[in-house]
């Protein structure tokens, strides 16, 4: 018995029909994929923590956004700078910085500032590994299985991520209760001293233990064996500012495809965050969902659904179109926004739809997440650019793309809820939004069949 289950978990590792350091790259990569998820799980509820156990001001919260939209802002020039360098020291030191963060954390417990300060600063730094991360797997795994090997590694750290989340939720909820009822009483005995120290700095424990996550799913990446010829490595110069703007000016100059694609993935990401931040008001509020209900709809079951789907969209990613692939992603994304708004107009002829209808918008949402996470940071872009330094140029201005849409879609959310627009409207607003992207990613897949555009990534590279 145990040998086939060893065989299975072997199979597993291996990768889809990979050999060689395809092989040992998806092991490795499943590794820090499943680490860094569980570390991202655990910081997940820091926000929360700072609301319940350092009493954060409002004003507080955004920090961490507003860090990562600053670490997006600055791949612009990392993209052009690692393009043709070896890529593996703008993964190992980013992301070792923002473990090193997350340990220190755990002394930040006296400040909401510092607290929040200190995860905005790590997400700044994690951020900017991932155009030199895409460089990497595009180099190493073959294209025909490039979607099937990281749709297999987003479904697994799709469920650790999940897992971690709920269990750190769980832990620090049993925690408060504990320390709440000690407060209460008098201990007497070393045990009883050791379980209050214990849960009453659970808080510094969890961001210890996720710090030493974060650092340990870099250290699995660092054992990846980048294959980077002298070729693509040659000419490396250090480029500027200014240079980093006029090679991303060339880019946009010369390849009107992948502008036509930052329009629609603009599109896309905008009218999502338009919506997004006010999901839990609306869940709560409008809906009338607790905590679990809200945590349940919020994560739990769009987790368990890109659990389900996301290694079967890597495979039907390696030989379906892109933009037929958006499509269809943003398509059932924009379903959830609007499912979800028209909960209360259901409810009012048929009860049940306050549950069942947010349980089918959340599926449709989450069947898909996994796609959009791997066509946005993963094998989107290569698509597009020429293969070797050309890629870190091109997910850099992705990241960048990123951290403007969150700049400018959340001072447009801000503005909307300041002149009284309720989260039902921008729900209806942001997802018809979103599936007009996906009618647009449709039609520019009618247009590249017209013009024999080569119809996959595959025949892209090939070509």
Not at 102 to 110: D, N, P, R, V, Y
Request: hydrophobic letters at 50%; a positive charge.
């Amino acid at each position: 018995m145990a040998k086939p289950v060893f065989a299975g978990f072997l199979a597993f590792l291996s990768g889809p029909q990979l050999t060689g350091n395809a092989a040992r790259t998806y092991r490795w990569h499943v590794a820090y994929a499943v680490l860094d998820s569980a570390a991202g799980g655990i910081l997940l509820n820091a926000p929360l923590i700072a609301i319940k156990k350092f009493q954060a001001a409002n004003w507080h919260l955004p920090l961490r956004e507003l860090c990562a939209g600053l670490g997006m802002i600055l791949t612009l020039y990392l993209g052009s700078r690692m393009a043709n360098r070896p890529k593996m020291p703008y993964i190992i030191i980013p992301g070792v910085t923002a473990g090193i963060c997350s340990l220190l954390m755990a002394t930040a417990t006296g400040s909401a500032f510092w607290f929040l300060t200190l995860l905005g600063i790590g997400a700044l730094f994690e951020v900017t590994t991932r155009p030199a991360i895409a460089a990497v797997l595009r180099a190493n795994y073959p294209v025909e299985h490039r979607g099937h090997a990281t749709g297999e590694a987003r479904k697994w750290s799709s469920l650790c991520f999940l897992l971690s989340s709920v269990a750190s939720a769980v832990i620090l909820h049993f925690a408060s209760q504990y320390v709440e009822a000690a407060d209460s009483m008098t201990l007497t005995g070393a045990v009883h001293h050791g379980l209050w120290w214990l849960t009453e700095h659970m808080a510094s424990l969890l961001m210890v233990l996720a710090g030493l996550l974060s650092l340990a799913s870099f250290a699995c990446f660092r054992q990846i064996h980048v294959d980077e010829t002298w070729e693509q490595l040659q000419g490396a110069s250090r480029p500027d500012i200014a240079q980093s703007l006029r090679e991303t000016l060339v880019i946009l100059t010369h390849d009107h495809r992948y502008r036509r694609y930052l329009a629609g993935c603009f599109l896309d990401g905008f009218f999502q965050m338009l919506y997004f931040p006010l999901i839990w008001i609306f869940l709560s509020q409008d809906l009338g969902f607790g905590y679990v209900g809200c945590n349940a709809l919020m994560h739990a079951i769009p987790a368990l659904a890109a659990f389900a789907t996301t290694g079967w969209l890597g495979r039907l990613f390696d030989r379906t179109n892109p933009w037929i692939a958006w499509g269809g992603v943003r398509c059932l994304w924009g379903l959830d926004a609007i499912l979800l708004a028209a909960t209360p107009w259901l409810a009012q002829a048929f009860p049940p739809a306050l549950l069942l209808v947010p349980i089918l918008g959340r599926l449709a949402r989450g069947s898909v997440q996994g796609g959009w996470w791997i066509l946005w940071w993963q094998i989107g872009v290569t698509f597009f650019a020429p293969v070797g330094g050309a890629t870190s140029r091109y997910m850099g201005i992705m990241v960048f793309l990123n951290g403007l849409i969150r700049f400018s879609a959340s001072a447009a959310g801000m503005v909307l809820t300041a002149l009284a627009v309720s989260p039902q409207t921008l729900l209806i607003l942001g997802g018809a939004g979103v599936m007009l992207s996906g009618c647009y990613s449709f039609y520019h897949a009618a247009w590249d069949r017209r013009h024999r555009v080569p119809a996959t990534i595959a025949d892209f590279e090939q070509r």
